[in-house]
């Protein structure tokens, strides 16, 4: 549900605090869990969110805050997301390879791969957002 969704006659009345409430602390938490992420692969010289994973992230948070979202609250929510997600996606193309010695082709083409991933992604949330 939207910040902006307005529920339908039947739903009790406490029904939006109560998801707005939820909504708030899920989206913080997830806040919180991006900055761990970002913190722990800066500490570990490793990354912390698998590569495919954090593609179809990353492309979900692209496509929403151009081109799903509506209200500005929502918009600058997945653009802070967006910009967090630059960090962990620092973390996989400078340290990733260090996961990769033993497969050295993947290891030396992290970056690209993440990139072709993230524009795969993006494709099939557009598409499936149209």
């Given at each position: 549900?939207?910040?902006?969704?307005?529920?339908?006659?039947?739903?009790?009345?406490?029904f939006?605090?109560?998801?707005?409430?939820?909504?708030?602390?899920?989206?913080?938490?997830?806040?919180?869990?991006?900055i761990?992420?970002?913190?722990?692969?800066?500490?570990?010289?490793?990354y912390?969110?698998?590569?495919?994973?954090?593609?179809?992230?990353?492309?979900?948070?692209?496509?929403?805050?151009?081109y799903?979202?509506?209200?500005?609250?929502?918009?600058?929510?997945?653009?802070?997301?967006?910009?967090?997600?630059?960090?962990?996606?620092?973390?996989?193309?400078?340290?990733?390879?260090?996961?990769?010695?033993?497969?050295?082709?993947v290891?030396?083409?992290?970056?690209?791969?993440?990139?072709?991933?993230?524009?795969?992604?993006?494709?099939?949330h557009?598409?499936?957002?149209?």
């Amino acid at each position: 549900m939207g910040s902006s969704d307005i529920p339908p006659p039947h739903v009790s009345p406490n029904f939006l605090p109560v998801t707005n409430t939820l909504l708030q602390i899920g989206g913080s938490l997830w806040t919180l869990c991006y900055i761990l992420l970002t913190w722990e692969s800066f500490r570990t010289k490793s990354y912390g969110m698998p590569l495919f994973a954090l593609a179809y992230n990353f492309a979900w948070e692209l496509i929403y805050a151009f081109y799903v979202a509506e209200a500005p609250l929502e918009k600058a929510v997945f653009g802070i997301w967006c910009l967090l997600d630059c960090g962990m996606v620092y973390g996989i193309v400078k340290h990733g390879h260090n996961e990769w010695k033993h497969a050295p082709v993947v290891a030396k083409n992290l970056g690209l791969i993440f990139w072709v991933l993230l524009a795969y992604c993006c494709v099939g949330h557009w598409a499936s957002a149209k």
